[in-house]
């Protein structure tokens, strides 16, 4: 069936630098995607999202590319800190109805920062 | 304005017994979701609900899981004669009417021995 994955299970990264975890989906009829964070023993937080009508969106430290050509998603996490690590999923949505919270998600990347 | 509450934490239940997970969605949130986490996996979408309403159960297994929301207190997810194959985290989500993006509460972890 179709699904959400990522292209790399595990991540290590020095305090400071950039960091690109990436995601690859199957759906093309998928148009709303998001990040999240999920640190050990706690719920998924939300990152950042991103609709299909864009290419690029930009929080705080946070950017998420979609290219939809070739089905990626990537999250940049800039100037990466310790508290950073944790396990990011990417997941799916096909709005256009009320199901909005229902999410296709990935594996997971675990990002480790070290100091 | 409090997030939304799962409870209990952590449950531990024996093969055969019955484990109730309850969620409390955030004030004004109409829709709630439930997920399960398995180790080293990703969240798998269970069911969706609205209150009084089961709106998609595509997820859910045929057998001996249930859910509810009703129009008071929270939603009940059931899961009967649980096998170790259900230990796993539960997690809920809700959002409020029309919103595209869903809030997670920290889960239940259901340990089944």
């Known amino acids: 069936g179709e699904s959400v994955g990522l292209h790399l299970p595990t991540l290590s990264v020095q305090e400071g630098d950039n960091s690109i975890i990436n995601c690859a989906y199957s759906n093309s009829a998928s148009d709303y995607f998001i990040w999240y964070k999920q640190e050990s023993g706690k719920g998924p937080q939300f990152i950042i999202d991103?609709?299909?009508?864009?290419d690029k969106r930009q929080g705080q430290r946070v950017t998420v590319l979609l290219n939809k050509t070739v089905k990626h998603l990537s999250l940049q996490i800039a100037a990466t800190q310790p508290g950073d690590s944790a396990v990011y999923f990417c997941a799916e949505n096909i709005s256009g109805g009320t199901s909005y919270g229902k999410l296709t998600f990935g594996q997971g990347t675990i990002l480790t920062v070290h100091p | 304005n409090a997030g939304v509450m799962q409870n209990p934490r952590h449950l531990v239940r024996r093969r055969g017994q019955e484990a109730r997970l309850r969620c409390s969605p955030m004030k004004g949130h109409s829709h709630v979701y439930w997920y399960r986490q398995l180790p080293e996996e990703g969240l798998k979408f269970m069911v969706y609900l609205q209150k009084e309403n089961i709106i998609d159960e595509s997820g859910m297994p045929k057998e001996r899981f249930s859910a509810e929301f009703p129009k008071e207190g929270p939603s009940i997810l059931r899961i009967q004669q649980v096998v170790r194959g259900d230990s796993a985290a539960y997690f809920c989500a809700s959002s409020p009417q029309g919103a595209t993006e869903a809030f997670f509460g920290q889960g239940t972890r259901l340990t089944v021995v």
């Open positions: 991103i609709r299909s009508n864009m």
